[in-house]
């Protein structure tokens, strides 16, 4: 996983510096001598050779300086941890929603495989396959946020709320709701078919025959035999699950207009603030790499036949 | 003095592969008797765990038809509440493949226990944890107390293999369904498996059926013996009778293909050909008759069935009479093999 996070901080380096302008380009009036600008540059260190640069980025870096946001005039550090926890919170949203549909979803197309009930549930992940998120969300904000008004339409907490209130709280779930339940209507679907997949699969194998054999009811053979041994690859599922989810975000904070990294990095893509867009990169990275290493956390805990060394 | 347990009548298992039913078990029917072992034998492919299958009522989708009867109750048109009561208690099976009969995720004892708990509701926890340990003691693992919280990876194959028949055997059932118990493990585990399923014969006076592709098995253990071919029996008889006097083409082309030390060197008369799929399958006339070419057409019966030709000596077909075992070297010149 360190040999993972190198490789991730270096490759972001390289895409930084291969960003066009640096630092002093948005800054600096266009009247000022030339001359004295490459003085700047010098003094700043930005002649020095890539791997001084890159020892100092790291430095920064581990020290809690992701460098100057030029278009919010801040320390980009400060930027994101105002939205961090906003994204944190509609991604664990999002991810509740989503085993909370996919769950019982797999299990009844697993265990009523090729019923009329399997039959709309296999659709519906078709559906979900087919249909790119931004367009579902935009259609969802349209039809529950501003026509039947049921949901909040932008933003993370509604104007004037006492941090820390109750109210604050309610407030905060409500403008949650619209954007996680988009998110994962399409998020599932993976997860959906995954489940039921592995249920059919599970029911063939030769331990269910076993269960049987021993006078197991049918009820007892799915609860106790069948479904265990096929949510246990769901948890290998879940590092691939962060990393759509950050994916998600990205689009469903910009189309709710919802205060997190997702709508920052796309607007400082289009604002060309390169100091928040490789900042977010890396974050986003590290969220992956993370997601992958609890994957195996959490598989090593409920499988026997895998422990942690 | 013979007292029948399971008489097996009619019995038509089919599959359903696209649109039509196909029988992989094909009109079965035998007896099996108290305190003995039945073997049944046939290459792979020709229906054996179809059979035992059908018997433990474990097929989810198949069409059965005929009877099995236990006891005078009907196991092929029985609810399953009624069936999950003799399952696992009047009927046990010990399966193919004990890399693959354990489930992953219990602990072995937990495993076992299972079967105790579904048909003793009133045994408390620790007097099932303690029969647990001496079952795992009756099938001869050694340290029983610590395998009883092992995982199913965690032991060898011949150790799996004794899990499950503890588990087949724990609450002693008076039919036992063992289907290629040995298959999958290495020679001298094989012979201990054996042996162990033989001491528990003759420790609880079962039924046993022994289905196996194993010849030299079938010596050392059975009673009686079924020979299978794409899902019919085609010879059925005491053990003696059947090594001694085979009559049927295909058991005598069987006993002929088992390499012995005093034949080496020798051709076998394996018959050629493999068992066909079940959608191939002749369902008219005689499914062998394309795999004895050197007999004329007009010798075949045209639609064999089971004859009695001596007590309790079964042979489907007749023809037998007319069958004889080509020269070797006419053979060879048909089929080119060597
Ligand atoms: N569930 C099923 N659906 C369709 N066909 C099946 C099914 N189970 C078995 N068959 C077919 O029925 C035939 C008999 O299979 P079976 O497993 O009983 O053979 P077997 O004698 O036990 O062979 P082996 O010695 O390899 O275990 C085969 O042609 C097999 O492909
Ligand atoms: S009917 Fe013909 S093909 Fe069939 S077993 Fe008898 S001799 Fe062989
Ligand atoms: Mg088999």
């Known amino acids: 996983m360190i040999p993972q996070i190198i490789l991730l901080s270096v490759l972001i380096f390289i895409m930084a510096k291969m960003m066009p302008g640096d630092a002093l380009s948005g800054l600096i009036d266009p009247n000022i001598d030339p001359a004295t600008i490459e003085a700047k540059r010098e003094q700043m260190g930005l002649n020095d050779p890539w791997y001084q640069q890159y020892g100092r980025w790291v430095d920064d870096l581990l020290h809690g300086d992701l460098g100057q946001s030029f278009r919010y005039k801040m320390p980009v550090t400060e930027l994101i941890s105002q939205r961090l926890m906003n994204t944190l919170w509609l991604s664990l949203a999002t991810l509740i929603f989503t085993y909370i549909i996919a769950i019982p979803l797999g299990i009844i197309s697993g265990r009523y495989n090729d019923s009329l009930a399997d039959q709309a549930i296999t659709g519906y992940t078709y559906l979900g396959f087919a249909t790119p998120l931004f367009i579902f969300a935009l259609v969802m904000l349209w039809l529950f946020g501003f026509h039947f008004g049921w949901f909040p339409t932008g933003g993370s907490v509604a104007p004037g709320m006492e941090p820390g209130s109750f109210a604050y709280v309610l407030s905060k779930i409500n403008h949650l709701l619209l954007p996680a339940i988009s998110m994962s209507l399409i998020a599932t679907v993976g997860t959906v078919q995954y489940l039921r997949n592995e249920i059919i699969d599970t029911k063939q194998k030769d331990f269910i025959h076993t269960a049987r054999a021993k006078g197991a009811p049918e009820t007892r053979v799915y609860n106790k035999h069948i479904f265990r041994n096929s949510l246990l690859p769901i948890a290998a599922f879940f590092g691939y699950e962060i990393t759509m989810l950050i994916g998600g975000t990205v689009f469903v904070e910009t189309i709710f207009s919802f205060p997190g990294m997702g709508q920052l990095f796309l607007e400082s893509i289009t604002m060309r603030d390169y100091s928040v867009v490789t900042s977010l990169v890396l974050l986003f990275g590290i969220a992956s790499i993370l997601g992958a290493l609890l994957s195996d956390i959490i598989l090593s805990l409920v499988d026997p036949r895998i422990r942690i060394k | ?338």
């Open chain 2, 1 to 338: 003095m013979t007292e029948e347990l399971l008489k097996v009548q009619h019995l038509k298992t089919s599959f359903r592969i696209k649109d039509d039913y196909y029988a992989a078990v094909d009109d079965v029917t035998l007896t099996l008797n108290k305190n003995e072992v039945l073997a049944i034998v046939g290459e792979s492919g020709c229906g054996k765990s179809a059979l035992a299958f059908s018997i433990m009522g474990l097929h989810t989708k198949a069409k059965i038809e005929g009877n099995i009867l236990y006891k005078d109750q009907d196991l092929a048109n029985m609810s399953l509440a009624k069936l999950n009561k003799l399952r696992g208690k009047d009927l046990g099976m010990i399966f193919q493949d004990p890399l693959t009969a354990l489930n992953p995720l219990m602990e072995v004892g937990e495993q076992i226990g299972e079967v105790l708990m579904l048909h003793n509701k009133n045994m408390s926890k620790t007097k099932r944890v303690e029969k647990v340990i001496e079952l795992l003691n009756k099938v001869g693992i050694p340290r029983a107390a610590h395998t009883f919280s092992q995982f199913p990876h965690e032991l060898s194959g011949g150790m799996r293999q004794r899990v499950v028949i503890a588990m087949a055997i724990a609450n002693d059932p008076e039919v036992l369904v063992a289907d290629e118990p040995t298959t999958a493990l290495d020679a001298t585990i094989q012979s201990q498996i054996l042996d162990l399923i033989k001491e528990l014969k003759d420790g609880s006076q079962a039924g046993i059926i022994l289905i196996t592709h194993d010849l030299g098995v079938v010596a050392e253990m059975a009673d009686r013996v079924a020979v299978m071919y794409a899902g019919q029996i085609v010879e059925i008889a005491d053990v003696h009778t059947l090594f001694d006097h085979p009559l049927h083409p295909y058991t005598r082309s069987l006993l002929n293909s088992i390499p012995n030390a005093e034949r080496e060197g020798e051709k076998l008369h394996v018959i050629q050909g493999i068992v066909p799929a079940l959608q191939k399958l002749p369902r008219k006339g005689c499914r062998f008759s394309a795999r004895i070419p050197w007999i004329d057409a007009s010798e075949h019966e045209e639609n064999p069935e089971l004859h009695e030709v001596a007590p309790g000596h079964f042979v489907r077909c007749t023809c037998y009479k007319n069958f004889h075992f080509p020269d070797e070297s006419k053979e060879a010149a048909h089929h080119g093999i060597s």
